[in-house]
């Protein structure tokens, strides 16, 4: 009987070479090696699966509950897989060797699954069970080739071949024995026949048809569960149910972002997760512009949804989403993004343009200046102003500065205009976009700045809340300045050294001096009435009188309003410039000299009654002063004017004298002038074209700076005599005129005698 089964047992192995049925890819047993031992046998079943791998040490957490079929109301049914009931109802009985089975049938919403007991020395099942997935796929397989299984035909030659009916006339029961096997290791009440033909199938399973399982993607496409307590486990395969997920993406502030160029819902990346650490990932979802997601198809169950990176403009969402997908249907994920936006703080800083800081100079300020503060829903053009493309402004306010010349976004320095941008924290902050900046009100004691400042609010796109790309800008200030030109009359010569006085609206004084080049400055005029006056002047030069008023409004406007200078003290000219400063170019005169005359005899005599009158031309017609020489022989000429010529002559001889005249008979005219710079302490006379600068002599140079004289010595010769000139008219002057006189006395002789001879 032995001879003819391994001759049976040969031509099953020539059968499954041949292709009609499985090929042992490992040693099998022979069931009718009756002499092995069964211990051999069980250790070498102990050896073909680890225990690690067995299927009781790979059952998940729980996700549900279950109960046995038969008792009623809804504790019947227990979530097989998330979103699926099952109801587990015992059927028909099967044995096998010393153990004793039952089918299960499995009824869920997507079919009825036939179910085996795993534990086969255990109790008959009853109770309360928990239900977990089964990730094995050695048992998935068993049950995707038992008998009744959607894969059954991959095993059926082998089960229904007439020499494993031989020995194993009941499938379900040897499979039930194997998935015993594979769940536990469980082989008690096996003889060897029986265990020697769980080792075979086992192979066989491991080796040709777990391949043609994943070769037919059935692998992919079951889930193996098992619905366990303390009596007694049950395994089934349920194919695994398709649902759909997508996602909605919406702003979560639609009145910062809608509108926004800044801003956009593409591009968002979710990721879907099995559990809620989101550690295994099974798809990603990404937005279009409207929002939308991609469509993916997954199992039936409970994900999570977290946002791994944040579309343009937006927070990324650090929240994990639970969504639960249904079989057949798609499950839509709404999410919002919150929109990135920026704290600010400082909006602008003033300085000064001069010093380059925050500190105003003079009696100026930085405090009280007003900002117009426009915000654009529009990504920036490098530094175009927004308004310059048409664009309109979102929101604008009116914000003005503190003591140090900062404006903050923040209540306290918003004087009118729309709300603020607030952060969900309610902290001041403004969206993504373009603000500009541009200065309507100066502060006191400087110029208005026109520039408009743009300034980029950009995201980084890291999905942080904040942003802080705002770009504080510096604002320069130009001092409101009125700049006093010193210079000589008629020349322009620069004059330093003039100080002049200026008093302000409260009465305050303040004194500036011209430098080398003529000029002083007041910087940082107040609002109200100003004066300025000269105090002084360097010696040489005449201080102008002229007091000049002018004022400065609200908007450091400077308006003139009186000018007493005259062009004869010289002028006072006052310009208000282009860009609104002021300058004031004054005049000033060389202080006047005077002009003294010493008239003496040839003896050196004084000689008192002498007149002389000073002409302003040549010709001496036009007539400025006359004066009269004193007992001490001198007279003066005063307050004459520097550079200008004079014409001098004698025009009344003293007593006993003759005005002194050329050779030619004519009028001896001296032709005076003088040239000063007191800036050199240069002072030259001149007397008929010849210079003079000697301090000594005929024509000395006397005095100071501020009080100059010059000299001149007229002599007259005693009775006829003539000037010290020595003129060869003298002679005939003196012969001529006792000429006369004899003729007179001849002619008084012949008039007396002829009246006597008429008596």
Not at 238 to 261: F, H, I, R
Not at 452 to 477: A, R
Not at 504 to 519: A, L, M, W, Y
Not at 600 to 611: F, I, P, R, T, Y
Request: aromatic share 8%.
């Amino acid at each position: 009987m032995k001879k003819w089964k391994r001759i049976l047992s040969a031509i099953l192995a020539v059968l499954l070479l041949s292709g009609s049925m499985p090929v042992w890819a490992a040693e099998t047993v022979d069931p009718d090696e009756q002499a092995g031992d069964i211990q051999e046998l069980k250790e070498k079943l102990e050896g073909l699966i680890p225990e690690e791998e067995l299927g009781k040490y790979t059952k998940k957490e729980s996700i549900g509950e279950a109960r046995i079929g038969r008792e009623v109301g809804n504790t019947t049914s227990f979530f097989a897989a998330e979103g699926s009931q099952a109801t587990i109802t015992p059927g028909t009985p099967h044995a096998y060797g010393s153990w004793n089975t039952t089918e299960f049938s499995v009824k869920t919403e997507t079919g009825t699954y036939l179910g085996y007991c795993a534990e086969p020395n255990s109790p008959t099942p009853s109770g309360v069970f928990q239900v977990s997935k089964l990730n094995n796929d050695l048992i998935k397989a068993m049950l995707l080739v038992s008998i009744g299984g959607p894969a059954y035909d991959v095993s059926k030659p082998y089960f229904e071949s007439p020499d494993v009916q031989a020995h194993i006339p009941d499938i379900y029961g040897c499979c039930h024995a194997v998935i015993g096997y594979l769940y536990g290791g469980y082989t008690t009440g096996l003889n060897y026949n029986q265990l020697a033909w769980v080792y075979n199938i086992t192979v066989e399973l491991k080796e040709r048809w777990m391949k043609v399982l994943n070769d037919r993607g059935l692998m992919s496409q079951y889930t193996a569960y098992v619905a366990y307590n303390n009596a007694q486990d049950i395994v089934w395969i349920e194919k695994d149910q398709k649902g759909s997920l997508n996602l909605k993406k919406e702003s979560a502030n639609p009145e910062v972002t809608d509108g926004n160029s800044c801003y956009s819902r593409e591009g968002a990346i979710y990721g879907v997760y099995k559990e809620q650490a989101c550690t295994t990932k099974v798809a990603d979802l990404t937005t279009d512009a409207q929002g939308n997601s991609n469509t993916v198809e997954v199992d039936a169950g409970t994900y999570y949804v977290r946002e791994t990176k944040a579309p343009k403009g937006f927070v990324l969402d650090k929240q994990v989403h639970p969504v639960t997908v249904i079989a057949g249907k798609t499950a839509v994920l709404k999410v919002k993004d919150l929109p990135q936006l920026d704290p600010v703080g400082v909006l602008l800083g003033k300085i000064d343009k001069e010093t380059n800081q925050n500190k105003p100079q003079g009696s100026a300020s930085l405090e009280g200046a007003e900002f117009t503060v426009k915000y654009y829903k529009t990504e920036p053009t490098g530094t175009q102003d927004p308004a310059e493309q048409g664009k309109t402004p979102e929101r604008t306010w009116i914000f003005r500065t503190d003591a140090d010349g900062f404006i903050s976004y923040a209540p306290e320095y918003l004087i009118s205009g729309d709300e603020l941008y607030l952060s969900p924290t309610k902290n001041p902050s403004i969206p993504l976009g373009v603000v500009t900046l541009q200065e309507t009100k100066a502060p006191e004691g400087y110029l208005i700045n026109p520039e408009v400042y743009v300034v980029p609010i950009t995201s980084s796109n890291d999905g942080s809340e904040f942003v802080e790309t705002y770009n504080q800008p510096k604002i320069p200030e130009t001092l409101l300045t009125l700049d006093i030109v010193k210079v000589l009359k008629g020349k322009d010569t620069p004059i330093s050294g003039v100080v002049f006085t200026h008093t302000d609206s409260k009465g305050n004084q303040e004194e500036v001096t011209t430098d080398e080049k003529g000029k002083a400055v007041l910087k940082g005029l107040t609002r109200g009435i100003h004066t300025i006056q000269e105090k002084s002047v360097p010696d040489g030069y005449t201080k102008n009188p002229g007091v000049l008023k002018f004022s400065v409004d609200e908007n450091n406007k400077i308006t003139l309003l009186e000018n007493t200078a005259t062009d004869k003290t010289g002028t006072m000219k006052f310009t208000v410039r282009e860009d609104g400063t002021a300058q004031l170019h004054v005049e000033d005169v060389l202080a006047p000299y005077e002009l003294v005359i010493h008239k003496v005899n040839d003896h050196a005599k004084v000689l008192e009654g002498a007149e002389f009158t000073l002409y302003a031309d040549k010709d001496c017609k036009q007539e400025l002063q006359k004066a009269t020489s004193g007992t001490d022989g001198i007279l003066q000429f005063q307050d004459l004017e520097v550079d200008k010529k004079y014409y001098l002559k004698e025009t009344k001889a003293p007593d006993g004298y003759q005005i002194p005249v050329n050779a030619d008979g004519s009028d001896i005219v001296y032709e005076i002038y003088t040239k000063s710079d007191p800036q050199k302490d240069l002072f030259e006379y001149y007397v008929n074209g010849k210079k003079y600068t000697d301090a000594t002599g005929d024509f000395a140079i006397t005095g100071t700076k501020a009080d100059r004289e010059v000299n001149l010595k007229v002599v007259n010769p005693v009775g006829m005599k003539m000037p010290e000139t020595g003129s060869p008219w003298t002679v005939g002057i003196l012969l001529t005129g006792l000429g006369l006189i004899v003729a007179g006395y001849v002619m008084m002789i012949r008039k007396g005698k002829q009246e006597d001879e008429e008596k």
